[in-house]
């Protein structure tokens, strides 16, 4: 699976709009990309995943590059708990692909 | 439904004991995982299972065994336990269905081995 690089953190005032990066340059065509979150101590949760269009779903939207090498996930409206750990990752999806490749991802703190 | 659901929450283990993580799912997935997460680190693989009878190493397996003799549960054993063994264990779940399989995680065991 290809890499992605993340900022390790960032800050969001409540109510606004946070919008997270994610490089991921060695992308290969049938990759897609997944963000997850883990709010402290609990287990991750899925929020979003696509392929090469922007997706958009009750929690999110994603936003990928047309040459696909960077996306942004973004929370439109951004409350006190939406702060947690969002993890990029980028991997092939179905049979044969099991492994959810987790690195640092970026701490998003949401500030009253 | 209780989704993924894991015993116990919390364990303290001397070096050399074993024990055994539940996890158990009651959403009729197929695939089950079990991943470890030092802290300030990302999940990391330790084995998983694509359906009953059938399991396979992940990323980090050693010290560890599985067994999947059920779609609802995959425990995983701990035998001989080490200082290196110290972290939070993520039990997970999913239903492949064409590109779709998100993964389903219960709420962890942390686990401290002195």
């Known amino acids: 699976d290809a890499k992605t690089t993340q900022p390790p953190s960032m800050d969001c005032a409540e109510g606004r709009a946070a919008n997270l990066p994610c490089n991921h340059s060695t992308i290969s065509g049938n990759e897609y990309v997944y963000w997850y979150r883990q709010i402290h101590s609990q287990g991750p949760q899925y929020i979003i995943h696509?392929?090469?269009n922007n997706e958009t779903n009750e929690m999110a939207s994603l936003i990928i590059t047309e040459d696909r090498k960077s996306s942004t996930l973004i929370l439109p409206h951004a409350t006190l708990r939406d702060t947690a750990v969002y993890y990029c990752?980028?991997?092939?999806?179905?049979?044969?692909?099991?492994?959810?490749?987790f690195g640092k991802g970026t701490k998003l703190s949401v500030i009253p | 439904n209780a989704g993924v659901t894991q015993t116990p929450k919390f364990r303290i283990l001397k070096i050399g004991q074993s024990m055994t993580l539940q996890c158990t799912q009651d959403?009729?997935?197929?695939?089950m995982y079990w991943y470890r997460q030092d802290p300030g680190m990302g999940l990391k693989l330790i084995y998983y299972?694509?359906?009953?009878?059938?399991?396979d190493k992940g990323e980090v397996p050693n010290g560890y065994n599985v067994s999947r003799s059920t779609t609802e549960d995959f425990p995983l054993r701990l035998e001989l336990a080490a200082p290196s063994q110290t972290s939070v264990y993520f039990c997970?779940?999913?239903?492949?269905?064409?590109?779709?399989?998100?993964?389903?995680f219960g709420p962890g065991t942390r686990l401290t081995v002195l």
């Open positions: 990752i980028v991997r092939v999806s179905g049979a044969g692909s099991y492994q959810l490749t």
């Open positions: 997970a779940s999913s239903y492949l269905a064409g590109q779709w399989d998100e993964q389903f």
């Open positions: 959403m009729n997935h197929n695939y």
């Open positions: 299972s694509v359906g009953a009878g059938i399991t």
């Open positions: 696509g392929l090469k």
